[in-house]
T-cell receptor, first 114, second 110 residues
């Protein structure tokens, strides 16, 4: 089955710790995206990548980092610089980097602070 | 005007009712639009794409009014399972990403 897999489903971070959220897709999509969703809020774009070895900052990139070494994978690291990391993190992909293509989502990772 | 704006609701309707949501957008150059459905604590799922004046899929109809820059989603014969938050999505200025509205919550009751 083709799709987007995010792991883990739940993650807890200690003070001063960096944590990495995994996102893998087997849809052969070129573009991948990371969003953050807070309760009662819309999705906010953290980072996106249009091709391998290239990525751009979204609206709220501070305190986060990404890499795109393989087409299938777009991991997100939440660094200790992100002071309010508790949120629902969603990874998405689309066939191209154009906005006339819908995005398809993984089932998300819930991150909380211990 | 915000990039995309939706009435947050909630819209409370009985089963079988017809309900419509509106969404306004600011990017007049936008050519494609999407409606997503998001269940509580789940990921958004694509409900409908809108590339011209509108689209219809069963009980769901999306209409686009370019002159007034709004998109509507009409749900006929509401089912209990339609209870969810509906997200309006439009291309961001520059066209490389999408902007998601905050969503309109629908609650269908027996």
């Amino acid at each position: 089955d083709g799709g987007i897999t995010q792991s883990p489903k739940y993650l807890f971070r200690k003070e001063g710790q960096n944590v990495t959220l995994s996102c893998e897709q087997n849809l052969n999509h070129d573009a991948m995206y990371w969003y953050r969703q807070d309760p009662g809020q819309g999705l906010r774009l953290i980072y996106y990548s249009q091709i391998v070895n290239d990525f751009q900052k979204g609206d709220i990139a501070e305190g986060y980092s990404v890499s795109r070494e393989k087409k299938e994978s777009f991991p997100l690291t939440v660094t200790s610089a992100q002071k309010n990391p508790t949120a629902f993190y969603l990874c998405a992909s689309s066939t191209r980097d154009r906005a006339d293509q819908p995005q398809h989502f993984g089932d998300g990772t819930r991150l909380s602070i211990l | 005007r915000k990039e995309v704006e939706q009435d947050p609701g909630p819209f409370n309707v009985p089963e079988g009712a017809t309900v419509a949501f509106n969404c306004t957008y600011s990017n007049s150059a936008s050519q494609s639009f999407f409606w997503y459905r998001q269940d509580c604590r789940k990921e958004p799922k694509l409900l409908m794409s809108v590339y011209s004046s509108g689209n219809e899929d069963g009980r769901f109809t999306a209409q686009l009014n370019r002159a007034s820059q709004y998109i509507s989603l009409l749900i006929r014969d509401s089912k209990l399972s339609d209870s969810a938050t509906y997200l309006c999505v439009v291309p961001s200025p520059g066209y490389s990403t999408l902007t998601f509205g905050k969503g309109t919550m629908l609650l269908v009751s027996p």
